[in-house]
């Protein structure tokens, strides 16, 4: 399973916008592309969807641009993968109601069911706010004596 890059880059986003918006900033599509090495149409494509789930704001004018419109706490890795992915599953036969007549017998579909569900609550325990804790830690600069 491999996912897409509007995750990837849709979670790096998020994140550079919790960083900038510590100052109050509003993040220009320009600087998000800039800072990310995302192509502007293609930040575009990946703006639509988080603007359209509620996780992110859009300001008008000539200091216009983006901002969080949850706190980042409350945004989990598992909600921008299942924005753009769909519901987290590995395997067809335990999504959602259409779950495979056999797996109530079946011993693979219920480790399949299982790391599903681990993988699930693992990306329900990571949120924006963490990566941005830890992304300040890491380019914090060093203080020299």
């Known amino acids: 399973m491999k996912l897409s890059t ?12 919790a960083l900038d918006s510590e100052n109050s900033h509003v993040v220009t ?6 800072r990310q090495d995302i192509s502007e149409p293609y930040l575009e494509q990946i703006m639509i969807p988080l603007k359209n789930s509620g996780l992110v704001s859009t300001v ?34 335990n999504e959602g109601t259409t779950s495979c007549p056999r797996s109530k017998f079946c ?19 990571i949120n924006v706010a963490m990566l941005a804790e830890q992304e300040r830690i890491i380019i914090q600069p060093e203080f020299v004596i």
Do not use: M, N
């Not at 509007?6 to 916008?17: A, E, F, M, P």
């Not at 983006?66 to 909600?79: F, H």
């Not at 399949?112 to 693992?122: F, H, Q, V, Y």
């Open 6 to 17: 509007k995750s990837r880059y849709g979670l790096r986003v998020l994140l550079q916008i």
């Open 60 to 93: 008008r004018g000539c200091r216009g641009g983006y901002r969080l419109k949850k706190d980042a706490a409350e945004i989990t890795v598992l909600d921008v993968i299942e924005l753009f992915e769909g519901e987290l599953s590995l395997v067809k036969c």
């Open 29 to 34: 599509g320009r600087e998000l592309a800039e």
């Open 107 to 125: 011993s693979s579909s219920r480790v399949w069911r299982e790391l599903s569900e681990t993988l699930r609550d693992k990306a329900r325990s």
